[in-house]
């Protein structure tokens, strides 16, 4: 299977079986649904497939990216462009978490979270920095404020990149290491859906992730 899903129950709620009249339970006990998503990208594209939605604007100056399956990996094939795709298939929730491998540091590329029309938080790492950029063009041009920008680290391909929203507080991790946490102080954005990213600069390099899963509840 390319793509699995997941759909959790948490937390894990023990009542006793031979009960009357079951307690009403209040909103901070029921349980919370976590769902978790996958994607591998192992088939033979180039499309990544009717799951999968290209965030776009018109009038976009950075867009619209052409996301496409090469050799089991994602790339962007159009620059200079944002190349972001979000999960559609299933109902996220606000807080939320985005992970990749990264198969090309030679320029931006990594995971987003709350894609939507209004924009998307998105990690943008590559071999010697990172980003945490809010970015939209719902305008018709290019606008975006780095919630964190220039953060001097050293990525390398294999190295799973992960980008989470709680609240308004983002967190990056480093093959499961956080190595920053921020906050949006402008609270851009409170709903959306988790994806991928890849920058095409134009010049023949495009990041490039692979490897791709997500959790919300």
Wanted: charge should be negative.
């Amino acid at each position: 299977m390319h793509t699995s899903m997941r759909i959790l129950l948490s937390p894990i709620l023990v009542l006793a079986i031979c009960m009357a009249s079951p307690p009403r339970l209040s909103a901070s006990q029921r349980p919370v649904a976590v769902i978790c998503v996958s994607d591998n990208f192992d088939r033979s594209g180039p499309q990544l497939g009717s799951d999968w939605t290209t965030q776009n604007w018109d009038g976009d100056p950075y867009g619209p990216g052409n996301l496409l399956i090469n050799s089991n990996q994602v790339q962007n094939a159009n620059g200079p462009t944002y190349g972001v795709a979000f999960f559609n298939a299933v109902q996220w929730g606000a807080n939320q978490w985005s992970q990749v491998t990264l198969t090309n540091v030679a320029t931006w590329a990594g995971p987003t979270v709350r894609v939507s029309n209004a924009g998307y938080y998105v990690a943008l790492a590559d071999a010697s920095n990172y980003y945490i950029r809010f970015r939209t063009a719902v305008h018709g041009f290019d606008e975006f404020t780095d919630i964190a920008a220039n953060v001097q680290h050293n990525f390398a391909p294999g190295d799973v990149v992960k980008l989470s929203v709680a609240g308004n507080v983002l967190k990056i991790y480093q093959n499961g290491n956080v190595i920053g946490t921020y906050t949006d102080s402008n609270n851009f954005l409170s709903t959306g859906s988790p994806g991928i990213f890849s920058w095409n600069d134009g010049n023949g390099a495009s990041g490039g992730v692979d490897n791709w899963s997500a959790c919300s509840n």
